[in-house]
């Protein structure tokens, strides 16, 4: 009788790869793995993203919660990572540590009109809120304007307060956001070229190395912490968490911690937000008009993103006299996707020209864009939280 309960069960299965929509999520995942394997597109993110597609997209799979022969709840371990991690932000939280730890803020400290960059390329998040609020609620145009912000912390938090973790859009928000981030390489240097010159592109930007005092350095988190906190005030577990890795890494007392903060924690942590971001690609979820347009959203997002900076660079070159010129190259690395979009710009450089190094100010600008981004984040839940 088991036999043949087993039997039923296996044919039941099968037949339910008749089901198109898994097919498409299987191919999906595969396209992931490839792009993480193949060419290197952020492989932390993409490839535990793409095979969890995969294993949630089994029918019946183990992975996810589900319900048994007689009807009981049966809990999944990717749907109980869901819950401990991402519903409750703290995988997101958890990795600002990892990812403040990684970033010198010295290249910005040189140099601070950089940070008006990364304020200008958060233009894609209110353009994309205006567009979205043609076609969904307000708090929903809101929390799929934040995939703008290039930074898929922000957007889980923000998605999750705005909308709850339960919301038929927030896995679509959450897989957009690390989507896009992992294919900066591929979005910006089209955007970039389309608007500027090729003369624009091999302006040469001097770096001048300025020593920044160590007591600037520690002051420099806790300060834009508190006026990020005053500004925004729900900012303050973003940016709180960010800054706090970056002190742990700047006070020269905690060398263990900060290299443990920036290799086994953001690391560890990148794995478990990918797969379990998986959750919310469930073929049912996933395979939605409403998902299609999320997208679409915020592709246009992060153009409008790279955009605005490099426009606001273009601006500000019309006052400058020509021997200041600004690369506005650079204004694009304003989004916050650290370190991608600076190295973008980077090597962007040195294609046109390579003498023209120009990490040091694109690196400036894009930790710029990260701390404009969560204050964005911590604006839009004040206004609409």
């Known amino acids: 009788m088991e036999i043949l309960k087993e039997f039923a069960f296996l044919v039941e299965n099968v037949g339910n790869l008749a089901d198109w929509r898994y097919i498409v999520m299987w191919i999906i995942g595969g396209v992931l793995i490839f792009l993480a394997i193949r060419y290197e597109m952020e492989p932390t993110l993409l490839l535990p993203l793409g095979f969890g597609t995969i294993l949630v997209n089994i029918p019946f799979s183990g992975a996810i919660d589900r319900l048994g022969d007689t009807g009981e709840a049966i809990e999944g371990a990717l ?53 979205a609020s043609m076609f969904f609620t307000q708090n929903e145009a809101a929390s799929i304007g934040i995939i703008g912000a290039a930074d898929g912390p922000t957007a889980i938090v923000v998605a999750n307060k705005l909308l709850g973790p339960d919301s038929k859009i927030t896995g679509a928000i959450m897989v957009a956001a690390y989507s896009y981030m992992a294919l900066v390489p591929i979005i910006q240097p089209p955007v970039i070229k389309l608007l500027t010159t090729k003369k624009e592109r091999l302006i040469r930007m001097p770096y001048e190395q300025k020593n920044v005092s160590k007591l600037t350095k520690i002051l420099f988190p806790i300060v834009i912490t508190v006026i990020a906190g005053i500004v925004a005030p729900e900012s303050v577990s973003l940016i709180g968490f960010l800054m706090f890795g970056n002190l742990i890494r700047e006070c020269g007392v905690l060398n263990s911690l900060s290299e443990t903060a920036q290799n086994v924690l953001a690391n560890l942590v990148t794995i478990f937000l990918g797969i379990t971001i998986a959750c919310q690609m469930q073929a049912d979820k996933f395979l939605k008009p409403e998902t299609l347009l999320i997208l679409g959203l915020g592709l246009f997002a992060f153009i409008f993103d790279t955009a605005g900076g490099v426009l606001f660079a273009k601006l500000i070159n019309i006052f400058l006299p020509k021997d200041k010129k600004i690369n506005p190259m650079i204004g694009a690395a304003g989004i916050s996707a650290f370190p991608m979009s600076g190295r973008v710009v980077h090597k962007m450089g040195l294609k046109e020209d390579p003498q023209n190094f120009l990490l040091m100010h694109s690196i400036g600008v894009n930790v710029s864009g990260q701390i404009a981004s969560v204050i964005a984040g911590g604006l839009i839940l004040n206004f609409f939280g």
């Open 79 to 131: 749907s109980t990572l869901f819950n401990a991690g991402i519903a409750n932000e703290l995988f997101p939280l958890i990795l600002f540590i990892g990812i403040g730890a990684m970033i010198d803020f010295g290249p910005l400290l040189t140099n601070p009109k950089l940070m008006i960059f990364g304020a200008a390329a958060q233009f894609g998040i209110f353009f994309t809120f205006c567009l």
